[in-house]
T-cell receptor, first 115, second 114 residues
Framework: AQSVTQLGSHVSVSEGALVLLRCNYS??????LFWYVQYPNQGLQLLLKYTTGATLVKGINGFEAEFKKSETSFHLTKPSAHMSDAAEYFCAVSEVKAAGNKLTFGGGTRVLVKP | DTAVSQTPKYLVTQMGNDKSIKCEQNLGHDTMYWYKQDSKKFLKIMFS???????INETVPNRFSPKSPDKAHLNLHINSLELGDSAVYFC?????????????FGNGTRLTVT
């Protein structure tokens, strides 16, 4: 079974500082990887995804992530944090069974942005 | 125009009751899901349907019964509610059942069992 580990359940950054959220996964096959963001009392929204091809993927709101196969990592970064980035972030890996797609999530990282 | 909509947004009920949550998507997707998010924000898949056919059932108690009348709707009925059922339930859809297709989530239904 696949699994996802997000290092740090809480991250605090100053406005304008780098945001770095760490994600490591385990998978016996080439993975499909995703980052989702959840704002309070809302559903999850796709930030970006890696399927194949270029290992550095860009997403919405200035976020990007790099797939590193050798490190089994898919860390999320944003060069300059904005107050609106305060939210919960989830890394996920797709496990494709014969029956269908099952998305396995990490435990989430809550980002707090200080003015 | 909401892509994946769930009703109700909040549901407060007593132990032993039966309740339903409805979900509709207008994205034309073939695959729909129910996920459960517990109090620690951990998300876990419960069910997945593809074109009205159940394709994933993740060891969920049989008190939970999904129903898909058509591929745009996936409802969740819960019998004999227990305290441990309190959580946020998310409906989602994806264009295909393959792994690269991202999920589109509804805004969730917060179920509180007292």
């Amino acid at each position: 079974a696949q699994s996802v580990t997000q290092l740090g359940s809480h991250v605090s950054v100053s406005e304008g500082a780098l945001v770095l959220l760490r994600c490591n996964y385990s998978s016996s096959v080439p993975p499909y990887l995703f980052w989702y963001v959840q704002y309070p009392n809302q559903g999850l929204q796709l930030l970006l995804k890696y399927t194949t091809g270029a290992t550095l993927v860009k997403g919405i709101n200035g976020f990007e992530a790099e797939f590193k196969k050798s490190e089994t990592s898919f860390h999320l970064t944003k060069p300059s944090a904005h107050m609106s980035d305060a939210a919960e972030y989830f890394c996920a890996v797709s496990e494709v069974k014969a029956a269908g797609n099952k998305l396995t999530f990490g435990g989430g990282t809550r980002v707090l942005v200080k003015p | 125009d909401t892509a994946v909509s769930q009703t109700p947004k909040y549901l407060v009920t007593q132990m032993g009751n039966d309740k339903s949550i409805k979900c509709e998507q207008n994205l034309g997707h073939d695959t729909m899901y129910w996920y459960k998010q517990d109090s620690k924000k951990f998300l876990k898949i419960m069910f997945s349907y593809n074109n009205k056919e159940l394709i994933i059932n993740e060891t969920v108690p049989n008190r939970f019964s999904p129903k898909s009348p058509d591929k745009a709707h996936l409802n969740l009925h819960i019998n004999s509610l227990e305290l441990g059922d309190s959580a946020v339930y998310f409906c989602a859809s994806s264009g295909t059942r393959t792994g690269e297709s991202p999920l589109h989530f509804g805004n969730g239904t917060r179920l509180t069992v007292t």
